[in-house]
């Protein structure tokens, strides 16, 4: 078995350090942002542990810092990693890596999500959760309450649970159920988490009635779903 080489500084003097944020920076021609620093020869861990975090290695190193989000809100993270993963989920048919933030245009890098949950996964399983309680109380705001009026006719469509959806693709190994395209073999799929019977005709958001289908089987069959049968 080959052994993966990794580059690495000779040495962890902090000029080694900061010549090698020096010289990151001035090959990008720009302040670095922790998803830099995977080309580094360097760990953010490194910089961590000794100075506390990038920004600060940074100063200590004569460089800009770019400003970090440091007070954007858990929500507002949550619901920017929610559509990342979506995406990653429909194009790709995977959940999302740290790369993935940087690939999908995210308004946040890595940083954010580093210092808030403490890694990848765990934001991850932050999301996954939110996504969860969001649906719940989406389940409960459209249920119909005393002294509001309603009209019997008009229902609200619900957004399917972004943990619901991954099991979903997971369980049709993300292909669709129709014409058995992936994302693997057609580059340019894109898939949906579709219901077998509507919302519209009362169709409930379960794994026994939900499937997946590539954009062109779904976009093409609007809400003529006669019932939970599988095409």
Partial sequence: ???????RLPD??????????????????????MDDLKSARVSYGLLKKRYGGLRQALKLAGQDAPEFHRSVRDEDLLRELERVWDSVLAKEG??????????????YSYGPYYRRWG?????????????????ILGEQLTSAEPGIPR?????????????LRYEILKRDNFRCTNCGRSPSNTPSLILHVDHF???????PT?????RTLCDDCN???????EGPTRA
């Fill in 206 to 210: 379960t794994k026994e009635n939900l």
């Fill in 12 to 33: 962890y003097l902090d000029e080694s350090i900061f010549a090698e944020l020096c010289r990151i920076a001035k090959s990008l021609g720009r302040p670095l942002t």
């Fill in 119 to 135: 890694s990848w996964i765990r934001a991850c399983e932050a999301v996954l959760e939110w996504s969860d309680k969001k649906a």
């Fill in 219 to 225: 976009l093409g069959k609007g809400d003529l779903d």
């Fill in 151 to 163: 009209s019997p006719r008009k229902k609200t469509k619900r957004a399917i649970p972004l943990r």
């Fill in 197 to 203: 019977t509507a919302e519209s005709r009362d169709g």
């Fill in 94 to 107: 995977r959940r999302p890596f740290k790369d993935d933030l940087s690939r999908y245009g995210a308004k």
């Fill in 1 to 7: 078995m080959r052994t993966k080489w990794i580059d």
